[in-house]
């Protein structure tokens, strides 16, 4: 047994591969059933199992848009996560308007949500490829057919951190 348990581990280092955290590798047993999940929420297989949107109907370029960290509510971080998925070509629209308006260029736009979780001060780091520390940025969310500004905490490499007081669409203008 000491032997079998021996040649285990020898085999497991020899073998062995470094894990990249950037990208989820779908086992091939589940790869039907994770498929046919990311078709009915109408994501890519890597944006549904990496919680991102990187592709739109008629948007070219887009950065992806995923959540970066846990949901921080009340100053403090929950394992709670921030859902970001896709908008229909309507809302695409409407954020783009929006951008010309303030002039600038939409980023990106998505519907954040987190199932289950009290919203009271929180936020939320969302990654955004594209941006750097310093950019002027600016979030706002679709209420009731309006855009309102939301407050940016802090904008880092790739990392916009926002004020996310409730479910909704979003859209970050550069």
Avoid at 22 to 43: C, G, I, Q, W, Y
Wanted: proline share 2%; hydrophobic share 50%; glycine share 6%.
């Amino acid at each position: 047994m000491k032997k079998f348990l021996a040649l285990s581990f020898a085999l497991a280092l020899t073998f062995s591969t470094t894990v990249c955290a950037a990208e989820t590798v779908v086992p091939t047993k589940d790869f039907t059933r994770m498929d046919t999940l990311s078709t009915n929420v109408e994501k890519a297989l890597p944006e549904y199992t990496s919680n991102a949107v990187s592709e739109m109907d008629g948007v070219r370029d887009l950065p992806a848009i995923a959540s970066a960290s846990n949901v921080v509510t009340e100053g403090k971080e929950t394992n709670a996560t921030c859902v970001v998925d896709k908008v229909d070509v309507a809302a695409i629209r409407y954020a783009q308007q929006k951008a010309e308006q303030v002039g600038g260029a939409m980023l990106a736009v998505a519907e954040l949500s987190a199932p289950g979780v009290n919203l009271v001060d929180a936020q939320v780091a969302l990654t955004i490829e594209g941006v750097a520390a310093g950019d002027a940025v600016s979030v706002f969310e679709c209420v009731k057919g309006e855009w309102v500004a939301v407050d940016v905490v802090a904008v880092a490499e790739n990392t916009v951190t926002i004020k996310f007081e409730s479910q909704g669409i979003y859209t970050v203008i550069k």
